[in-house]
C-alpha cells in the first residue's frame, strides 16, 4: 500500500501560470514533508519543506501548503518557468530516518 | 567534485551476471542511503547506513543484494546472479544528520539494464 501518493502522473502549465503539484499520505505519524525535484540522467534535488506543526513554507517563488486534517500537502509554483519542466517527488518522514516517497509528477511548463 | 559520484553511470548485463555500483558521497557525510527507482515509481529504499552503527537492510529486496561501506566514505551495492526485474536506476544519497529532516544530496545514479 503506499502511504505517499501523486496521482497525477503528469501536469502541463503556461509559463508564467500557477502549478499545483499535490501529495496524499495517509500515515498520521509522518510529520516532516519534503518536495525534490528532478531532471532527466540527474538524481534529485532538494525544493523544500515543511514540518506538521506549520501549514504553510514559503521561498521564492515556491510554497507548500499542509493540510493535516485532510492529509494532504501542494506545492505552488508562481509564476512558473520552462527551467521548473521537471518530475516533482513529494516525500514523508515520521521523523525516523527514512523516507516515503510517492511516485512523482512530470510538470510540462509550455512557453 | 563536492557532490555524491556514482559509478558507473549506465550498465548493461546479462541475466545471472553479478554488478557492483559504486557510491562516494559527501566528505563529512556521515549517512548514506541506497534506493532503487523502477521506470514510472517513486524512490524504493534499499540500504541506509549511519556512521559507524549497524546498517539498516530492511529495505534490501532479496538475499541477491548487499552493500558494503568502508567507515563514513565510498560505499558499494552489489547484486549477484542479476534478474531483469532488477533493470532500474540505481541512486545513492548522502546527507549531513538527521536524514529525516536534513535534506539528502544524491548523485545522478546508475542505470541497470538486466538483458
Known amino acids: 500500500d503506499q502511504q505517499v501518493k501523486q496521482n497525477s502522473p503528469s501536469l502541463s502549465v503556461q509559463e508564467g501560470r500557477i502549478s499545483i503539484l499535490n501529495c496524499d499520505y495517509t500515515n498520521s505519524m509522518f510529520d516532516y514533508f519534503l518536495w525534490y525535484k528532478k531532471y532527466p540522467a540527474e538524481g534529485p534535488t532538494f525544493l523544500i519543506s515543511i514540518s506538521s506543526i506549520k501549514d504553510k513554507n514559503e521561498d521564492g517563488r515556491f510554497t507548500v501548503f499542509l493540510n493535516k486534517s485532510a492529509k494532504h500537502l501542494s506545492l505552488h509554483i508562481v509564476p512558473s518557468q520552462p527551467g521548473d519542466s521537471a518530475v516533482y517527488f513529494c516525500?514523508?518522514?515520521?521523523?525516523?530516518?527514512?523516507?516515503?516517497w510517492g511516485a512523482g509528477t512530470k510538470l510540462i511548463i509550455k512557453p | 567534485g563536492a557532490g555524491v559520484s556514482q559509478s558507473p553511470s549506465n550498465k548493461v548485463t546479462e541475466k545471472g551476471k553479478d554488478v557492483e555500483l559504486r557510491c562516494d558521497p559527501i566528505s563529512g557525510h556521515t549517512a548514506l542511503y541506497w534506493y532503487r527507482q523502477r521506470l514510472g515509481q517513486g524512490l524504493e529504499f534499499l540500504i541506509y547506513f549511519q556512521g559507524n552503527s549497524a546498517p539498516d537492510k530492511s529495505g534490501l529486496p532479496s538475499d541477491r543484494f548487499s552493500a558494503e561501506r568502508t567507515g563514513e566514505s565510498v560505499s558499494t551495492l552489489t547484486i549477484q546472479r542479476t534478474q531483469q526485474e532488477d533493470s532500474a536506476v540505481y541512486l545513492c544519497?548522502?546527507?549531513?544528520?538527521?536524514?529525516?529532516?536534513?535534506?539528502?544530496?544524491f548523485g545522478s545514479g546508475t542505470q541497470l539494464s538486466v538483458l
Open positions: 516525500a514523508a518522514s515520521d521523523s525516523n530516518y527514512q523516507l516515503i
Open positions: 544519497a548522502s546527507s549531513t544528520g538527521q536524514p529525516g529532516v536534513e535534506k539528502l544530496f
